[in-house]
């Protein structure tokens, strides 16, 4: 029994959050449907439901890992394999699908998307599509609130993306571990490692390796591209077949080395803190642009602040517009 | 003899316009610099200057070209050829150089810019850099203001940029003619044009045909991938060499082509006009993001607008920037 939603939000985002925690699928898929919600009534529900969320939660459980690379590399069959891994590993799984925006053509990708869906039905993984059809300028801003629900629900979580350059930077801005999937013919990637238009990502998948030679050619490639200092990670490259189910097990466990290094060096927690505050300046930035960050102080203040205090992104970011807000509206009367 | 700037910028702007118009280079490089600079002086002056540009110039003269791809791909050495083709045409060629930004490592392409500057010395080629570092999401709202400078000094402005996505978006929404240069190993690029990730270029032009086979294979695939309606133009794909300076003729032609095409279907007027209104859009959610557009009324009411009057770009941007400014002063009192 579930019937969590906004109508009863104001005395219920307690137990509404903690049917979350519970791994409560409808509870949760109202949250999200909540979260996508642009009228300012239910703003002000998605802020109170994310206020409610354990904040332990957020800053230390589970695995954000974002999964990146062109189109065709087969991102979406090595996901599909990783969370078979992660299953037989008895760990459950939120998958974020972010479709690319594109102001012209509008990005379609279902059939991509709908390739993933092969592992299901399984209590422990969950899977939500989200359209950024028309949305100019890299990932949508829902993807971090989303990403803070489904951490609160699964142990891994992944948010799956299509693109190079600017999409793959947001992608890393907001999660834990970067996992670029390329394959064999990759040319254009490596070029875009080597000219840093491509951020380093954390762990590198190869797919294809059935193809033999070409993707261990790839493979020293990408390896030759990455040949720089990335704060003391040593990136991996893993040759992987999805098709065979070759190497997946290296490359879960890959991303888990790069978990377990981010909490050794403590710097898990400190990156979850800036993914939100990050996240809080860019829903600042997209609705008020740079002026609205200046009139609260500028960019660099607000992340000190930010980065000093306890309280959840979304109180933060509410009083941040409510202070603009009232500002603006001074002038009404 | 040249002394022109913002000191005297208040009696001059319409004689600096005219020598730009003229072609000369120290007004021009100094009309550059003044639209970089950010204070809100040099604001006011760059609006001045923009304003005295002559409208008929902006609306119809010349071509502006933008040349995108991936690196590696040859952009620059196809870039250097088409000038060294233009030049011996007659034309004079203006070179925007965008340096692609990242919000972590910053993009560094300066060895494939310096290779651009072969041809010169020559009166008739003028080349400017603009640095994006730091700047997320695409393209530097400067680059509009800055080709259309270009546009009233040089036969043809070249808007060169390295990216795949965002950023070859934001190219197209800025220029008439989009030139994508691929190169025969470029699986990445054709998996993006199949997969809408990437937008329909105007022209491509596949590099590095002295290779043979593979250039041929690639041209073939990229003509599959493109098999897509594209508003009545018939892309053409273009084998060339810059190396052995082959199909170079053949691809200058097929930009001119299309220049036509444009024209001969009452295009060009509507393109140019509709890619300012958009550089104002642009400039205003820069700086008031999507609050600021609702205040004046929205987005499609704002474009519905600009497309209605004979006004120059900068002087509506800095009026609809002028109603939300004193609107907001109002609160200091």
């Given at each position: 029994m579930s019937a969590f939603g906004p109508e009863k939000a104001e005395w219920q985002a307690g137990e509404w959050a903690?049917?979350?925690?519970?791994?409560?699928?409808?509870?949760?898929?109202?949250?999200?449907?909540?979260?996508?919600?642009?009228?300012?009534?239910?703003?002000?529900?998605a802020a109170r439901l994310l206020r409610a969320l354990p904040e332990d939660r957020l800053r230390e459980r589970g695995h954000l890992v974002g999964i990146t690379g062109p189109p065709g590399a087969g991102k979406s069959s090595v996901?599909?394999?990783?969370?078979?891994?992660?299953?037989r590993d008895g760990r459950s799984v939120g998958v974020l699908a972010v479709d690319p925006s594109s102001p012209i053509s509008g990005g379609a990708l279902l059939g991509d998307r709908l390739r993933m869906l092969q592992p299901a039905p399984d209590a422990g993984v969950f899977?939500?599509?989200?359209?950024?059809?028309?949305?100019?300028?890299?990932?949508?801003?829902?993807?971090?609130?989303?990403?803070?629900?489904?951490?609160?629900?699964?142990?891994?979580?992944?948010?799956?993306?299509?693109?190079?350059?600017?999409?793959?930077?947001?992608?890393?801005?907001?999660?834990?571990t970067i996992c670029l999937v390329a394959q064999p013919a990759s040319g254009d990637t490596?070029?875009?490692?080597?000219?840093?238009?491509?951020?380093?990502?954390?762990?590198?998948?190869?797919?294809?390796?059935?193809?033999?030679?070409?993707?261990?050619?790839?493979?020293?490639?990408?390896?030759?591209?990455?040949?720089?200092d990335s704060a003391g990670w040593s990136v991996p490259v893993v040759l992987v077949s999805a098709t065979e189910q070759q190497g997946i097990d290296q490359l879960a466990t890959a991303l888990e080395q790069h978990r377990q290094w981010l909490a050794d060096q403590q710097r898990l927690t400190p990156g979850?803190?800036?993914?939100?505050?990050?996240?809080?300046?860019?829903?600042?930035?997209?609705?008020?642009?740079?002026?609205?960050l200046e009139?609260?102080?500028?960019?660099?203040?607000?992340?000190a602040q930010w980065s000093q205090q306890k309280r959840s992104p979304y109180e933060y970011l509410e009083e941040l517009r409510g202070r603009l807000l009232a500002r603006w509206n001074q002038t009404r009367s």
């Open positions: 903690a049917a979350i925690c519970r791994g409560d699928r409808p509870a949760l898929a109202r949250g999200l449907n909540l979260i996508e919600d642009r009228r300012p009534s239910e703003r002000v529900h996901a599909a394999e990783l969370i078979r891994a992660w299953r899977i939500r599509s989200l359209a950024t059809r028309g949305q100019v300028g890299g990932l949508s801003a829902d993807v971090a609130p989303m990403s803070m629900l489904l951490l609160c629900a699964f142990d891994v979580v992944v948010v799956e993306t299509v693109g190079i350059g600017q999409t793959e930077v947001d992608v890393a801005l907001h999660t834990d490596i070029q875009f490692l080597k000219a840093g238009v491509m951020e380093i990502p954390d762990v590198v998948a190869v797919n294809k390796a059935d193809l033999g030679a070409p993707s261990r050619k790839a493979a020293a490639e990408i390896q030759g591209a990455l040949a720089r979850r803190i800036a993914q939100r505050g990050r996240w809080c300046l860019k829903c600042l930035r997209d609705e008020f642009g740079s002026f609205g009139q609260l102080g500028g960019e660099q203040q607000l992340l």
